[in-house]
């Protein structure tokens, strides 16, 4: 399985404002997920889009995925304090194994 | 439906040490990963088992790193002995063997090695 890296390392907002945080990777995929993780706890899906897709929303998240340009993006719409946490992108070639890289800490001011 | 377990949450050991975690994936899981994740960084696959199997143990420590998996249900994730430089927090996750390969993962142990 391969790296994705995100981009920025961290990220400060404030509460209602919109978070767009990237990601890049390097081979061919089947999807790419995106996770986020609270201080202190376990990783939580938030989002899959698998290579045939270009765009995908679920809530106050959208994601895009450009396959010629292997990268990605996540934008977190009207964020609130809860969304603080860092997020990380698992691009996955069909092997399930997902290989993570230092993610983006964002931190939303109320 | 239950999440993935792991016990116990925090452990504090001396270097050269021996310790040991647990891990219950959610039922019906056929896959389980071991993850260590140093702070700062994002979690780094220790072994993949499916059902009792390695599918990849490329990243384990094998010198003082071993894992097992009976019955495909349960797994230990043990360090004989510990270095200063394991302490991190150890994520176990599972998913299930077909359908959408979302992972989803237990709440970590944190090891600190003094």
């Known amino acids: 399985s391969q790296q994705g890296e995100e981009d920025p390392q961290a990220l400060s907002i404030q509460e209602g404002e919109n978070a767009t945080m990237n990601c890049s990777y390097k081979?061919?995929?089947?999807?790419l997920q995106w996770y986020r993780q609270n201080s202190g706890r376990g990783l939580v899906h938030l989002i899959l889009?698998?290579?045939?897709?270009r765009e995908k929303h679920s809530g106050r998240l959208r994601v895009t995925l450009d396959t010629s340009k292997k990268s990605s993006s996540l934008l977190i719409t009207a964020s609130r304090a809860a969304d603080t946490a860092s997020y990380f992108c698992?691009?996955?070639?069909?092997?399930?194994?997902?290989?993570f890289g230092s993610g983006t800490r964002l931190q939303v001011q109320p | 439906e239950a999440g993935v377990a792991q016990s116990p949450r925090y452990k504090i050991i001396e270097k050269r040490q021996s310790v040991a975690f647990w891990c219950n994936p959610i039922s019906g899981h056929a896959t389980l990963y071991w993850y260590q994740q140093i702070l700062g960084q994002g979690p780094k696959l220790l072994i993949q088992?499916?059902?009792?199997?390695?599918?990849?143990d490329s990243q384990l420590p094998k010198d003082r790193f071993s894992a097992e998996r009976l019955k495909g249900v349960d797994s230990t994730l043990k360090i004989q002995p510990a270095k200063l430089e394991d302490s991190a927090v150890y994520l176990c996750a599972s998913s299930p063997l077909s359908g959408t390969p979302t992972q989803y993962f237990g709440p970590g142990t944190r090891l600190t090695v003094l």
């Open positions: 889009i698998r290579s045939n897709e």
């Open positions: 081979t061919s995929i089947n999807n």
């Open positions: 698992a691009p996955d070639t069909g092997r399930r194994a997902l290989t």
């Open positions: 088992f499916q059902n009792n199997g390695v599918v990849d």
